[in-house]
């Protein structure tokens, strides 16, 4: 990094001389430059090594070729086709392309829907603009629009929604910005939208190595790997038998091992590792505002390809239950991005993972600078539009430290269109904006959008959601202050006892080693992502060849008893078993009158039944069942979460005895190895002897 802080030296030296020469040729007015300090700091990140001149051309668009935009600033050209709007080329430090020109022009750079008529199987179809503008142009700024307008003729064939595609680029800038905007007027058909995307691919000879956070980066296979590997239990997950790179025989990939919840998912990308100036492609996403489903809603970043995504709306470890739907006549306008296309280089004499580290700084950078105050849609609402919540949040729990106000540490709190408690995480078509409480409970949220919204929120280490009782109502400049909101999280008596923290993840219970003809090795030194291996379900049968899990409350512990997920049993030759998990508990007196309460919050379901019995299998019918619920895939996608479930269930007193108890959970689904659940956090509660 001290290289990399010399080369900046020298960069600024030289960028201070162009500007003292431009500012004594250039004929007007050339303090703007002056001023702008985000625009000279910019200057610099477009600096690199093999060629340190600093570029302070202005912007500039080409249409001449009638089929072609190509727009400019020095640092980076970008080609587009028109009016389609895909990026065919993106030319930097010396390099013709990028993006794998080998591809279709439409398969290089592109925003993609996925989307079907109420009922009908879904499309993939990439988004085409047929009428191309320039939005604003001048030496600093350019901004273009690919349109793609919908009318009655393609019914059927296109999605029901005006489709307009942004590129901008600014003066100074190692990169440049995307966004699109969906829109439907009135009198638009019915439809479902489960992902809007812009994907990147990138040179297949070039990108090798692929970081999504610190820990989670490493040399990739490559697409070849993938083809000449073999399937596993689905087309996602390849073991790679005949690797280009010997170090990856026998390893797995699968693109879902790369996964990542929104509020991490904010720069990832690829590095030019042996070429000889490395570069770095980076997608840096600003802000979790127009993404779907909530901050701990998982989705894919990079993976094999070499691709780079920037997931705007998916239905990924949620299921089809978060589809954007929209009603006949439904009408609808939403902003999704603008992200940020960074590039960076290094000479090859520096270590091309420092890409990485100035990345990281960069997203910095934009999210400080977000929201944009450049982007020219009337669609986007700019900063001085928006408006905050401020507050704090509270638990009270009766039968903690007598009911006295617990500080909600670190709670998630969030605003998101009105909806019951905990609706946030199937919301797919508003804004959210979400915030972590301090230590203390305190929350700000920034730059909301105007609008309607409910406050939510849930809090480590309790159960349930919290959902402010008032509709809050933002408009541009307000400041709405909500004083000590207090959440009651659901109880109704003491804890008997309980198993796992409440958190809407599985992490903390038993994950398996992986099998070592099934590995990727960067999750092998990371604790942390073990849960990321493929295969870890099929441990289950290893486990229990025969019999159930049996977890005795007080003789086991949960990190070393409880299986992550509970999933069918491979019984061979593609059958499966329905399983029955046992939690045996000791009543040392004979039990209270009244009702026990079960509290059941689960971090994941897929395909599934669940059934309970308390110490009587099999009466009919059972005591609680969930009937067919769960569609998030989060076994097979290596998530240790998907969407969050809470049940409170009723045990009347005389179902249980003096002595042992045994509480049944059947998972009674059998088809395939990815049915299940995955438990977040179970609790037994004692009937209720406080008025609460
Ligand atoms: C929430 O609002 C509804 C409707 O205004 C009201 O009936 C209810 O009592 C309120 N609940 C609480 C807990 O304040
Ligand atoms: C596996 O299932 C197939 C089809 O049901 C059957 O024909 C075959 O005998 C089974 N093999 C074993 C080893 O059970
Ligand atoms: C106990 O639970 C049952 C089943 O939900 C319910 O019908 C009953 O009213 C409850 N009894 C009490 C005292 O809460
Ligand atoms: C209760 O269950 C525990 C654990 O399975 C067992 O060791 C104990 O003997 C049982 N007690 C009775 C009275 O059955």
Known sequence: MKKVGELRKQAFLLWWFGMTVLFCFLPGDCFPYYEKTTVSRRELRGVNASNPRPSISAVKLNTEDHDQVVIENGIVQVTLSSPEGYILGISYDGIDNLLESRNDEQDRGYFDVVWNKPGKNSTFQRIHGTEFSVVSLDENQVEISFVRTWTP??????????????YILRRGDSGFYSYTIFERPEGFPEVQVDQIRNVFKLQEDRFVYMAISDARQRYMPTMKDRETGQPLAYPEAVLLTNPSNEDFRGEVDDKYQYSCENKDNRVHGW???DAEAPVGFWVITPSNEFRNAGPIKQDLTSHVGPFALSMFVSTHYAGKEITMEFQGGETYKKVFGPIFVY???VSNSENPLTLWTDAVQQMSKEVKSWPYDFPQSQAYIPPTQRGSVVGRLLVQDWYIRGGRFLFANSAYVGLALP???GSW???SKGYQFWTQANKKGYFVMNNVVPGDYNLFAWVPGFIGDYRYNATVTITPGSVIK???????????GSTVWEIGVPDRSAAEFY???PYPTLMNKLYNEQPKDKFRQYGLWEHYADLYPNSDLVYTVGASSYDQDWFYAHVTRNTGNRTYQATTWQIIFNLQYDPFKGNYTLQLALAAAANSVLKIWINEQDSVPPLFETGKFGGD???????IHGLYWLFSIDVPSDLLVKGNNTIHLQQSLAISPFQGVMYDYIRLERPPTLRT
């Open 633 to 639: 895939s989060a076994i097979p996608r290596h998530g």
């Open 511 to 513: 994950i398996p080693d």
């Open 482 to 492: 909500l004083d000590s909101l207090v959440y009651n999280p659901p109880r109704k």
């Open 425 to 427: 995480q199937r919301e």
């Open 271 to 273: 590095v030019s590792v």
């Open 419 to 421: 909806g019951a408690a």
């Open 153 to 166: 003729s393609l019914e059927g064939e296109n999605v029901p929604i005006n489709i307009d595609q942004r």
């Open 343 to 345: 590039l960076n280089s």
